[in-house]
């Protein structure tokens, strides 16, 4: 936990901030039965709202490593290298804790009806390892960044560019010789993570570990994109070109996506090589159009909400996580037996009163501004946790 006063860039605050809220509201509604198209993932090809969120904050991320690793003057010195691992380390942990925690409650649930002991429970429920998924949203995060930070403080920037061509283009040739955009279990990336993780230690989505082993490989390069987008903002004074720049950078990058998609699908799941051209080239239009706003307009006060996410994004998100676990598993008897406090929040009061739709979405915009409560009390103390 840090309370500093250190120099923020507002308009990045705000972008992460957006991106955080996002994906909590995504990840939360009242029942996945009644989601608003917008605020669904595509099924397989193509490019919703929802699916911008985590390749935004990857984008994000990679901006924030340039002026993070700055201070080390972009050199593999001990103390880079020894902070990256660090972090890196500590960041895909938390993202096994999450993942062992949601896992335990849903065992501890799940043993309910059996004649053991609480102790018996208990260990059962504490040692399902077996059972665990050892990728994610915060692993992949982790291993992404942690590889592209050893990239920028090793390689010249100048070669940044052709790296992540190589990477995406090679990318791209596998999934074209590995039946790569096909939605089961003959997939290359399906292949490789079954035979690598094992199925146990998988997502359950047609064979498809949305946070595999080699679709790592395009992420890494979304990461170093996004690096690079930083390196050209923050090296660029006149604020003017700057947002000039993030401008035609994002109008480049999208165009190429969309063009390129008639040949290489837009694909989350798969991050396909268009997939990660469109979206950072959309941040970085998003993040110029803040720019615009926030400094050279001087429109902040509708901000406020988003930067208290943008501030303590990894300490919310993951608060979020763990309460809608927590939400999710704490049963409570009724007439027709149990249901957790997140069933009796939307089943007897905001479902019966708003309706199926407008309900669940009720029900994940009172948790966002659940955990927005717990982040504004941090904001105003100027309290940063960061890793």
Same mark, same amino acid.
């Given at each position: 936990?840090?309370?500093?006063?250190?120099?923020?860039?507002?308009?990045?605050?705000?972008?992460?901030?957006?991106?955080?809220?996002?994906?909590?509201?995504?990840?939360?509604?009242?029942?996945?039965?009644?989601?608003?198209?917008?605020?669904?993932?595509?099924?397989?090809?193509?490019?919703?709202?929802?699916?911008?969120?985590?390749?935004?904050?990857?984008?994000?991320?990679?901006?924030?490593?340039?002026?993070?690793?700055?201070?080390?003057?972009?050199?593999?010195?001990?103390?880079?290298?020894?902070?990256?691992?660090?972090?890196?380390?500590?960041?895909?942990?938390?993202?096994?804790?999450?993942?062992?925690?949601?896992?335990?409650?849903?065992?501890?649930?799940?043993?309910?009806?059996?004649?053991?002991?609480?102790?018996?429970?208990?260990?059962?429920?504490?040692?399902?390892?077996?059972?665990?998924?050892?990728?994610?949203?915060?692993?992949?995060?982790?291993?992404?960044?942690?590889?592209?930070?050893?990239?920028?403080?090793?390689?010249?920037?100048?070669?940044?560019?052709?790296?992540?061509?190589?990477?995406?283009?090679?990318?791209?040739?596998?999934?074209?010789?590995?039946?790569?955009?096909?939605?089961?279990?003959?997939?290359?990336?399906?292949?490789?993570?079954?035979?690598?993780?094992?199925?146990?230690?998988?997502?359950?989505?047609?064979?498809?570990?949305?946070?595999?082993?080699? #679709?790592?490989?395009? @992420?890494?390069?979304? =990461?170093? /994109?996004?690096?690079? +987008? &930083?390196? !050209?903002?923050?090296?660029? $004074?006149?604020?003017?070109?700057?947002?000039?720049?993030?401008?035609?950078?994002?109008?480049?990058?999208?165009?190429?996506?969309?063009?390129?998609?008639?040949?290489?699908?837009?694909?989350?799941?798969?991050?396909?090589?268009?997939?990660?051209?469109?979206?950072?080239?959309?941040?970085?239009?998003?993040?110029?159009?803040?720019?615009?706003?926030?400094?050279?307009?001087?429109?902040?006060?509708?901000?406020?909400?988003?930067?208290?996410?943008?501030?303590?994004?990894?300490?919310?998100?993951?608060?979020?996580?763990?309460?809608?676990?927590?939400?999710?598993?704490?049963?409570?008897?009724?007439?027709?037996?149990?249901?957790?406090?997140?069933?009796?929040?939307?089943?007897?009061?905001?479902?019966?009163?708003?309706?199926?739709?407008?309900? #669940?979405?009720?029900? @994940?915009?009172?948790? =966002?501004? /659940?955990?927005?409560? +717990? &982040?504004? !009390?941090?904001?105003?103390? $100027?309290?940063?946790?960061?890793?």
């Amino acid at each position: 936990m840090k309370n500093t006063t250190s120099q923020r860039i507002l308009a990045l605050d705000i972008l992460r901030g957006i991106t955080i809220a996002g994906m909590i509201l995504v990840n939360n509604p009242g029942t996945w039965g009644s989601i608003y198209a917008p605020l669904e993932h595509a099924q397989w090809n193509g490019l919703t709202p929802t699916d911008l969120v985590f390749p935004f904050f990857m984008f994000i991320m990679g901006i924030s490593m340039f002026i993070a690793l700055r201070k080390f003057n972009f050199e593999a010195s001990s103390s880079a290298v020894r902070k990256i691992v660090k972090r890196t380390i500590l960041l895909y942990l938390v993202g096994l804790a999450i993942a062992w925690f949601s896992l335990f409650c849903r065992t501890w649930n799940g043993l309910s009806g059996e004649e053991i002991t609480f102790w018996q429970r208990l260990g059962q429920s504490a040692n399902n390892f077996s059972n665990i998924r050892i990728l994610g949203v915060i692993p992949r995060l982790a291993i992404c960044y942690g590889v592209a930070s050893l990239i920028v403080i090793t390689l010249k920037h100048k070669f940044i560019p052709y790296l992540i061509a190589i990477l995406l283009i090679g990318y791209f040739i596998l999934l074209m010789v590995g039946n790569g955009f096909a939605y089961d279990t003959t997939n290359i990336l399906s292949i490789v993570d079954h035979r690598i993780l094992g199925e146990a230690h998988m997502y359950k989505d047609n064979g498809i570990e949305p946070e595999g082993i080699l #679709s790592t490989i395009p @992420a890494i390069a979304h =990461v170093l /994109l996004g690096f690079y +987008i &930083g390196k !050209i903002m923050m090296e660029t $004074k006149d604020i003017h070109a700057k947002i000039e720049r993030l401008f035609i950078f994002g109008a480049i990058l999208t165009f190429c996506g969309f063009l390129l998609s008639y040949g290489c699908p837009i694909n989350k799941k798969i991050w396909s090589p268009t997939f990660v051209l469109t979206t950072c080239g959309l941040g970085s239009t998003l993040l110029a159009l803040l720019i615009w706003i926030i400094d050279v307009k001087g429109y902040k006060r509708w901000s406020r909400f988003f930067e208290t996410f943008g501030v303590n994004p990894l300490f919310i998100y993951v608060m979020a996580a763990f309460l809608s676990i927590i939400l999710g598993n704490i049963l409570l008897q009724d007439g027709a037996g149990t249901m957790s406090l997140h069933g009796i929040a939307y089943n007897k009061i905001l479902q019966p009163v708003l309706g199926d739709y407008p309900g #669940s979405l009720a029900f @994940a915009l009172l948790f =966002v501004g /659940l955990n927005w409560c +717990i &982040g504004y !009390i941090l904001y105003k103390k $100027k309290i940063y946790i960061k890793l």
